[in-house]
């Protein structure tokens, strides 16, 4: 069966499964050095580090369903994959934020809101402007149903 092409949500899944990874160790470091292992412990370090983590487990799945769905529907092109280079960058800045850089964390929440908007718009003018769907995806094969 051939692979789905679908690249820019693949890189995008990857990327921000290393982030999450990434954001999962700076917490788990701030539990090892305070000994807080269940809850925060009123540690404002270990809180933010905790809201960073959730708030990428907040964004990034829909971030992604968007990435992925148009990338269904359109194909792969220059404007889907600067979203998911912008979506990961947004993503590291957020977090880098949180730790004191406030500038990170503002560039990356607001980045954030403003690619799920641009994207959710994007996705919701492809039913209702009609016309051609764009470049049909090659290669999609599902399995034949077992029975």
Same mark, same amino acid.
């Given at each position: 069966m051939p692979l789905m092409p679908i690249p820019a949500s693949l890189v995008l899944a990857g990327g921000l499964a290393l982030i999450n990874l990434w954001l999962s160790a700076r917490a788990a470091q701030v539990r090892r050095t305070?000994?807080?292992?269940? %809850?925060?412990?009123?540690?404002?370090?270990?809180?933010?580090?905790?809201r960073a983590q959730a708030n990428l487990a907040e964004n990034a799945p829909i971030l992604f369903a968007l990435v992925l769905v148009l990338e269904l529907a359109r194909g792969t092109g220059p404007v889907l994959w600067v979203a998911a280079g912008l979506i990961l960058l947004a993503r590291i800045a957020?977090?880098?934020g949180m730790d004191g850089w406030k500038p990170g964390r503002?560039? %990356?929440a607001l980045l954030t809101l403003v690619l799920q908007l641009a994207l959710a718009l994007w996705a919701l003018s492809l039913p209702l402007v009609g016309g051609d769907a764009g470049p049909a995806p090659h290669g999609i094969d599902l399995p034949e149903p077992r029975g």
């Open positions: 305070t000994g807080i292992y269940v %809850g925060d412990g009123g540690n404002d370090q270990l809180i933010r580090r905790m957020h977090p880098i503002m560039a %990356g």
